[in-house]
């Protein structure tokens, strides 16, 4: 399996600010996923990152709020821009692999604090 | 789009019980996974199982997909099993669609 490390794990920030968060994987891939889990919430899929074309998003969520660049198969950032207070969750990068199974694999989180 | 949920949403064990979780979807899907999210957030893959059975230790899982259900069974449930059980499912692309989630504390 993929081993996935995001950037930062966690941070605290103020409302009008912007965080950009990193997903690096150890080989590559094709299928990259960004998430948000809201607190006490399940996950929900906020967008496909896709290579060297714009990101697909889910209904609910805009490129403007969350920018997307997918530069390589192994890297994705994910932007939350113009924080407020109800985009305080966890941020969960995803792989997809398709040998020996169609499996996802997901990056440790990073815990986001908006005051 | 598919619905997924999971039962039951709490549940309370003892040390050495053994559990039953259950994830019902709503349609026909080809892909079906069920994750452990410990208590730092880490979601942990415990099972890729669209159809069939799979044992790893304490642990198995049952999908019968014609009936559009799985169940994990967990077995001498340990305190390290605590923390919260997904079911995520998806049809043709990875876009896994996750339930609603059972949270799990196993009481010394």
């Known amino acids: 399996s993929a081993v996935i490390s995001q950037k930062p794990s966690r941070d605290i920030c103020q409302r009008g600010t912007s965080l950009t968060i990193q997903c690096q994987v150890d080989?590559?891939?094709?299928?990259m996923f960004w998430y948000r889990q809201q607190p006490g919430q399940s996950l929900t899929l906020i967008a496909t990152?896709?290579?060297?074309?714009?990101?697909?998003?889910e209904s609910g969520f805009v490129i403007d709020k969350f920018p997307i660049s997918r530069p390589n198969l192994t890297f994705s950032t994910l932007t939350v821009s113009n924080m407020s207070p109800e985009d305080s969750s966890i941020y969960l990068c995803?792989?997809?692999?398709?040998?020996?199974?169609?499996?996802?694999?997901f990056g440790p989180g990073t815990r986001l604090t908006v005051t | 789009g598919i619905q997924v949920e999971q039962s039951p949403p709490d549940l309370i064990l003892q040390e050495g019980a053994n559990s039953t979780l259950r994830c019902n979807f709503s349609?026909?899907?080809?892909?079906l996974q069920w994750f452990h999210q410990n208590p730092w957030g880490q979601l942990i893959n415990l099972f890729y199982?669209?159809?069939g059975t799979k044992q790893n230790g304490r642990l198995s899982a049952t999908t019968v997909a014609t009936e559009r259900y799985s169940l994990l069974y967990i077995s001498s449930s340990q305190t390290t099993d605590s923390g919260v059980y997904f079911c995520?499912?998806?049809?043709?692309?990875?876009?896994?669609?996750f339930g609603t989630g059972t949270r799990l504390k196993v009481l010394a």
């Open positions: 995803s792989v997809g692999t398709t040998a020996p199974s169609d499996e996802q694999y």
């Open positions: 080989s590559q891939v094709t299928m």
């Open positions: 990152a896709n290579q060297g074309s714009e990101a697909t998003y």
């Open positions: 349609d026909s899907v080809n892909n």
């Open positions: 199982i669209p159809s």
């Open positions: 995520a499912v998806g049809r043709g692309t990875y876009k896994y669609i």
